[in-house]
């Protein structure tokens, strides 16, 4: 039996033309940071990807969560990345490097960051196999993924297997953090299904309350899922970008399988997000490596499955479960979905709600605006 821990750690750091995508030297450099500290031993096993300019670091090792070696790891290939982008006058080089030196962890410096520490175990009757699909999203907020998952662990409409297998019929635990506290993490565990629907009242408002775990109840030490749910505004004090959540999901035989998760994804549902982050628009899920090229900005969500060997080594090859021709036909549905959405422009529910903006320009527009206005004798 081996402890491993996954950890998947994603940021802007710089993109061509304006928010489309790293360039191919800072993700070759990225990905030589790699190679050296599996050879150093720092890390078991890693990749390089990114989605729309987000540069994504999927990582195995032994050091467990919030380790400082790990961290500090994926803070320097940012800062090489972020110094590639300087040379070449890439566009928002450094953008989510929001600290000068974070000290050990780097969740709430900026980058995103989830993490899972689980026993990987050939003999065990319950997981002898480790598979787990990496989540990472552009150009949205981090409650982004409080409607699938709350679809998938809640809600048999659209995971069969809560009713067909005794080990997900037995439940499970969601930790809520609320995001809007700056003085810590601020967090509620609810269990379901008894307490679906209090869970519902949270996480209706993904602009304050997130999903950031689920444990099954089945096996309570089995962390399934874990999120990076924080606010980037809350560490800048002001608007620096969308969150850009990124989120690790364990799967098969006590967790729900792959095609479970991912179902879900075919609404493509609203969240806050687009381009100055200040709209409200559907989630587009894409192939792994989808740069940012499409009209408004559209948020972007990629999906990428994999499995560990005994020593947690990645196998060779991964599935890009959003790849598939079998999503075009929900691509063009949610591309209609947003044109005929922002026809409406700014008036309204189309655009992000008023806490969002509090951190956008808008503020100062309202604030002169506000002098001028006098009561009518």
């Avoid at 874990?226 to 690790?248: E, Q």
Wanted: aromatic letters at 10%.
């Amino acid at each position: 039996m081996t402890k491993i821990t996954i950890s998947a750690i994603k940021a802007d750091v710089g993109s061509i033309g304006g928010h489309t995508k790293p360039s191919e030297k800072m993700i070759n450099e990225a990905k030589r940071h790699v190679d050296e500290a599996v050879q150093k031993s720092l890390l078991i096993d890693g990749m390089v990807s990114y989605t729309g300019d987000d540069i994504c670091l999927t990582m195995s090792h032994h050091f467990g969560t919030g380790s400082p070696e790990v961290h500090k790891f994926a803070w320097d290939v940012f800062l090489a990345a972020t110094k590639l982008a300087k040379e070449d006058g890439l566009y928002g080089a450094g953008q989510d490097l929001l600290v000068d030196a974070p000290s050990g962890n780097i969740r709430g410096a900026g980058p995103a960051v989830a993490e899972i520490e689980f026993n990987r175990d050939t003999e065990s009757k319950d997981r002898p196999a480790e598979a787990f699909l990496v989540f990472a999203a552009d150009k949205c907020g981090p409650g982004t993924y409080n409607y699938p998952f709350y679809s998938v662990f809640g809600d048999p409409m659209h995971n069969g297997g809560i009713l067909l297998s005794p080990k997900l019929h037995k439940g499970f635990v969601f930790t809520i953090i609320d995001m809007d506290n700056k003085d810590g993490d601020k967090i509620i565990k609810l269990e379901a299904p008894e307490r679906i629907w209090d869970i519902a009242v949270l996480l209706q408002n993904p602009d304050r309350f997130a999903v950031e775990s689920i444990h099954s109840r089945y096996s309570p030490t089995e962390q399934i899922v874990s999120v990076s749910a924080t606010r980037l505004h809350n560490i800048a004090g002001k608007y620096t970008g969308k969150d850009d959540p990124i989120a690790i999901v364990r799967t098969q035989g006590m967790f729900p399988a792959p095609e479970e998760i991912t179902e879900p994804f075919m609404l493509g549902h609203f969240v806050a997000g687009d381009a100055r982050g200040s709209h409200i628009m559907p989630i587009m899920p894409v192939a792994i490596n989808t740069p940012v090229t499409g009209p408004y900005c559209l948020p972007l969500i990629s999906c990428l499955a994999f499995s560990v060997d005994p020593y947690g080594k990645f196998t060779k090859e991964y599935v890009d479960m959003f790849g598939n021709t079998v999503w075009d036909a929900t691509r063009l549905k949610i591309q209609q979905k947003a044109e005929e959405w922002r026809r409406q422009g700014f008036i309204g529910p189309t655009m992000a709600s008023s806490a969002e903006l509090a951190y956008t320009g808008i503020v100062d527009a309202l604030a002169q605006l506000d002098k001028e206005f006098f009561l009518r004798p």
